[in-house]
């Protein structure tokens, strides 16, 4: 299905160019409308690739836009198709028994497609994996050879420079014989350096020495380790040859089945452009998916490359053809400086290649200055290594006085240890016993407290029953006592109001009195008064009578 959809956008895109039939504009309008249009390209290049008309007015046009959408919504539909076979009983009514069935069919066609896609898959990366463990092998071989030529060199040479150390080692032990007064004859003297020259070179042709033969050794080793890896290389090449029949068969089957899926894909558009409303059902339920889906776009995008095609006009063409003559020798004429201007880059670049080439020769120079360095500085390494043996050794017998004075302190603190923890020991066995004590008597403290608290949880509850009964019974008397101080509060109240009538009558009754007693005393001291000058006027006359 993949493959026919990219053969599809393919011949689109490879078309050759469509020759319309255009209706031709006034003739007395046609200056004016292409010097307009100049001037608008020279203000905005953009313009230059827009048509001036907006619809399709060719009959040839049109139907030729009308193919390439329904060639769109032909590839929407195969797009649909996985759906469709996921979701085949719910588009069974809509679809109708012919399609169902040719849908059932392209399933196990496309299931057979991609297991051997993916057959084919495996067989590829188990090919690409052998050749690259093929390589791997011949690389590792290589790198091999390599170290051990490098291994032969650096043997020979280390085999020199230890004939050389021979040498130094014979003439420094006959110095310091002279210097002792060790001194022979000088025929022994010459037999011995004779006899070591000799084995020097007898050392050089051939390997009597132990170094001699463990090189023999390794290279015996190495032979046999080089021939096993030949044999090994022949084996995996043998084994990838057996790959090759196996994908050319799985391709062809690859490629039978692509055109069964091919044609099944064909027959199930027939049926669809036969059944246009199965086909919007379809449409409408497909949600739709990414990986299709640019396909789609893509051919939207080529729709909208058609349109803009058929919409522009030879006039436009011309147009759009000196425009992009223009910019073709702009073009020219950026690459001619981008040619000069690469060709400066390549000179800059062969200079400092030059110049690291100059400074790739100085480091190799430093390199083997370095590497002598090494050399010497490996001697005195050896020397100082003699040095610090020398040193160790002295080191080591101070170090064994130390040690011996060191375990004799050992030994009198692990004494002293020993007695400390026979006395701890002791100590210890006295505090477990108080600790054993107090403990039990913490026992029997907590089992006395339990005791006691239970004893108190009892006497809590006692008291607390008759807490509750008499607290019931105090609310039965508050309530009691409620009624009662309404009806106490109702009479103390009448009683006040009648003791304050009756103060009020005593007070007015003792006013009453009061004013009865006053009123009497002025009437009788108003009698009194009376009385008095009723008799002081009678002795008057007595005594007014007399004189006369």
């Known amino acids: 299905m993949s493959t026919q959809i990219l053969t599809v956008t393919t011949e689109a895109t490879m078309e050759p160019t469509l020759h319309m039939k255009l209706t031709p504009l006034p003739p007395t309008n046609k200056k004016t409308n292409t010097s307009i249009r100049l001037r608008n390209i020279k203000l905005d290049p953009t313009r230059a690739l827009e048509p001036a008309r907006k619809k399709l007015s060719a009959i040839e046009s049109q139907r030729i836009m009308a193919v390439f959408e329904d060639t769109i919504r032909r590839v929407e539909l195969v797009n649909a198709f996985p759906y469709v076979i996921e979701n085949i009983d719910r588009f069974r009514f809509s679809l109708g028994n012919q399609l169902a069935d040719l849908f059932i069919q392209h399933g196990r066609i ?145 490629g039978l089945v692509a055109q069964q899926v091919s044609h099944s894909c064909k027959n199930i558009l027939r049926l669809f452009m036969a059944n246009p409303a199965a086909m919007k059902v379809v449409l409408e339920a497909y949600p739709g998916d990414e990986s299709p889906q640019s396909i789609v776009t893509n051919m939207q995008e080529l729709r909208e490359i058609l349109m803009h095609k058929l919409l522009t006009n030879p006039e436009e063409e011309k147009e759009r053809a000196a425009y992009l003559d223009e910019i073709s020798k702009r073009e020219r004429h950026n690459a001619a400086l981008i040619e000069k201007l690469e060709k400066d880059l390549k000179t800059a670049i062969d200079e400092k290649d030059e110049e690291i080439r100059k400074n790739n020769d100085i480091i190799k120079r430093l390199q083997t200055d370095l590497h002598t360095i090494e050399k010497v500085s490996e001697e005195n390494n050896r020397r100082t290594r003699l040095e ?54 913490v026992d029997n403290w907590i089992q006395k407290y339990d005791q006691d608290l239970g004893e108190r949880q009892d006497e809590y509850e006692e008291i607390d029953t008759v807490y509750t009964e008499e607290k019931k019974q105090l609310l039965e008397l508050e309530e009691r006592f409620a009624t009662l101080e309404k009806e106490y509060l109702s009479i103390m109240e009448e009683r006040r109001v009648a003791r304050s009538k009756l103060e009020k009558a005593q007070r007015e009754l003792e006013m009453l009195v009061k004013a009865a007693t006053t009123i009497q005393a002025f009437w009788r001291s108003y009698k009194v008064r009376k009385a008095l000058k009723a008799k002081s006027k009678k002795k008057g006359g007595r005594k007014g009578g007399k004189k006369k």
């Open 110 to 254: 496309q299931s057979s497609y991609k297991e051997i896609r993916d057959q084919l898959d495996q067989l590829l990366q188990k090919r690409a994996k052998q050749r690259a463990k093929i390589e791997l092998q011949n690389i590792a071989l290589k790198e091999e050879e390599d170290a051990n030529k490098n291994n032969d060199l650096f043997e020979n040479y280390d085999d020199e420079s230890d004939y050389k150390e021979e040498d130094n080692h014979m003439v420094n032990e006959d110095q310091e014989n002279e210097k002792m007064g060790f001194n022979t004859n000088s025929s022994r003297q010459s037999s011995a350096k004779s006899s070591s020259y000799m084995e020097r070179g007898s050392g050089f042709n051939r390997p009597d020495s132990s170094q001699g033969v463990s090189r023999n050794i390794h290279s015996m080793v190495r032979e046999e380790g080089e021939e096993e890896e030949r044999a090994s290389s022949a084996k995996s090449l043998v084994g990838l040859s057996d790959f090759e029949p196996r994908i050319e068969e799985a391709m062809r089957n690859l």
């Open 388 to 441: 610090a043996e020398k040193n160790e050794m002295a080191d080591a017998k101070n170090s064994q006085q130390k040690s011996q004075k060191l375990q004799s302190e050992i030994n009198a603190l692990q004494s002293a240890l020993n007695n400390f923890i026979t006395e701890h020991r002791e100590l210890e066995a006295d505090l477990r016993a108080k600790k054993y004590k107090v403990e039990n008597e």
